[in-house]
């Protein structure tokens, strides 16, 4: 029995239903780590994985709100403290029916590997809970968060956990979140990220994610000898904050983002995906991608039922890279196959884990250009970290400040990881290098640390 193999027998108990994309998140780093854990066993004397795979806490809490008709409203919250090695907690906050502890376990663990690749002082966690945002009045939404941050508050703070965004919850939320922590504490200080400029947030953390996904792969594409993306036809998955600035930053470099979609359905407009559209659609209104083709008749609009069960129209689509940008598990071995087909030279993960990893082998075995979400999407809590400096030393950068900074430090990612993987013998494998490159960060950091 190989080393990985052992490693993951000992976590088969954690393999039930609601911890399957956990288990999938932890089983493809243990493969990845595999070398190191042969080629060092302090890591195994001092037990590493066993206890990273653990999160600090695990809390959970009660959420109750009241609707705009006086209903009274129950939800569940949530919050992983994962692993604080290498600084505060730090990891975005969800606000989807779907969620339940196994993803906020499965994030919150991508989450540590992640903000450790970044070589900034933040650790892991990851929260949010069942509510659903979509359908609600802005009231609705305000009361909700107020109710959330009467348990969370408890448990967050500028040097001890700092949650930011992810699915359902943007800069208005955080916002109201904000707005009642201060309240409840007295303190107006950084504990939340991604706030609005007025009030403390970063210029260009709602670009960061998308924005750092297309640097990593400029790089990424430069350092395998393949050509850039300007001028070439890219799909993108998604309609939210990240895809939505992967296109845009696809455009400034003069490549050709033909797609995107939500949870219905996907566009394709082969001129190019008209943004301005897109953002009053997804922005302002809050609709459907339905929409688009009212304005843009001539582009497609392919609805989800429309499409066989066993793959996903945005994937079919031919490109020279495809970038997918909205949830986990979105892009399955059917979809990895039609793009190889079509000949796609690079895929970047903007979502968390959305490429299943019977997809990623695929990719990797036909050797497509592979960035992992780990290294890939680390230029939103990159602009976090950015957003933590300049509310504890009172300042703020200039937009072309935050800018450069985060092209550079997504570049040194990508450098690190195929510097990395070249190291262990998997050169182009930016997967195990991503893997293994934070695993030794944090690892290193935790026996420093002592038990
Ligand atoms: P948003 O809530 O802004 O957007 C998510 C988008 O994905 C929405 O348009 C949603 O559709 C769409 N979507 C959801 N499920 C599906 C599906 N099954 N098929 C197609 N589209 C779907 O979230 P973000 O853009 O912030 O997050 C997207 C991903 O990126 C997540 O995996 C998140 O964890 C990750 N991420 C986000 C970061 C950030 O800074 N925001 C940082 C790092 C990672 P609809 O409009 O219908 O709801």
């Known amino acids: 029995m190989s080393i990985a193999e052992e490693e993951i027998k000992k976590f088969e108990n954690s393999n039930c239903a609601e911890n399957k994309v956990f288990y999938q998140a932890m089983e493809e780093v243990i493969y990845s780590i595999a070398p190191l854990l042969e080629s ?48 505060p907690y730090k990891g975005g906050l969800r606000f989807h029916p779907s969620v339940n502890e196994g993803i906020f376990k499965f994030l919150g663990f991508e989450q540590i590997l992640k903000n450790a690749l970044t070589g900034l002082p933040i650790g892991g966690g990851k929260g ?17 968060c107020s109710a959330f941050m009467t348990e969370l508050h408890k448990y967050i703070g500028p040097r001890i956990d700092v949650p930011a965004g992810d ?17 409840i504490t007295s303190t107006y200080e950084g504990v939340l990220t991604g706030k609005p400029f007025m009030f403390g947030g970063s210029l260009m953390r709602p670009e960061a994610t998308g924005y750092g996904v297309i640097y990593f792969t400029q790089k990424m594409l430069e350092l395998e000898g393949k050509e850039s993306l300007e001028g070439k036809i890219c799909t993108v998955s998604g309609a939210g904050n990240v895809a939505l600035h992967a296109i845009e930053k696809l455009q400034h470099i003069g490549a050709i983002a033909v797609s995107c979609s939500d949870s219905k359905g996907t566009i394709y407009d082969s001129r190019g995906v008209d943004l301005d559209l897109l953002k009053d659609i997804k922005l302002n209104r809050r609709a459907s991608l339905e929409e688009y083709i009212k304005v843009h008749t001539d582009a497609r609009y392919i609805p ?3 499409y066989p069960a066993d793959g996903h129209a945005v994937w079919d689509i031919p490109c020279y890279a495809a970038f997918p940008c909205a949830t986990q598990n979105e892009l399955c071995d059917v979809d990895a196959q039609n793009l190889i087909s ?49 509310n504890a030393s009172m300042t703020k950068w200039t937009f072309e400040r935050v800018d450069e900074t985060l092209k550079a430090t997504m570049e040194q990612i990508c450098t690190r990881v195929a510097l990395t993987a070249q190291d262990y013998g998997v050169k182009g494998n930016y997967v195990d290098g991503a893997n293994i490159a934070g695993f030794k960060k944090v690892a290193d950091a935790m026996i420093a640390e002592g038990i």
Not at 128 to 144: L, Q, R, T
Not at 168 to 181: A, D, K, N, P, T
């Open 128 to 144: 949010g809970s069942d509510f659903n945002p979509k359908g609600k009045s802005d009231f609705e939404v305000m009361k909700f």
């Open 40 to 87: 060092d066993n302090k890591y195994t004397r001092y037990a590493i994985l066993e206890r990273l795979v653990v999160p600090d806490r695990v809390i959970k809490f009660k959420v109750t709100w009241l609707d705009d008709n006086n209903t009274i409203q129950v939800n569940t919250g949530y919050r992983v403290q994962f692993n604080n090695a290498l600084g």
């Open 342 to 390: 079509n000949g796609c030279v690079s895929v970047t993960e903007g979502a968390n884990m959305p490429c299943s990893p019977e997809a990623t082998t695929l990719f990797l075995s036909h050797n497509v250009c592979f960035g992992p979400a780990k290294a890939a999407n680390a230029g939103g809590v990159a602009v976090s970290e950015f957003e933590m400096s300049q």
């Open 167 to 183: 699915i359902g919850v943007g800069s208005r939320e955080i916002g109201y979140l904000f707005g009642e922590y201060k309240k």
């Open 304 to 306: 989800l039922a429309d």
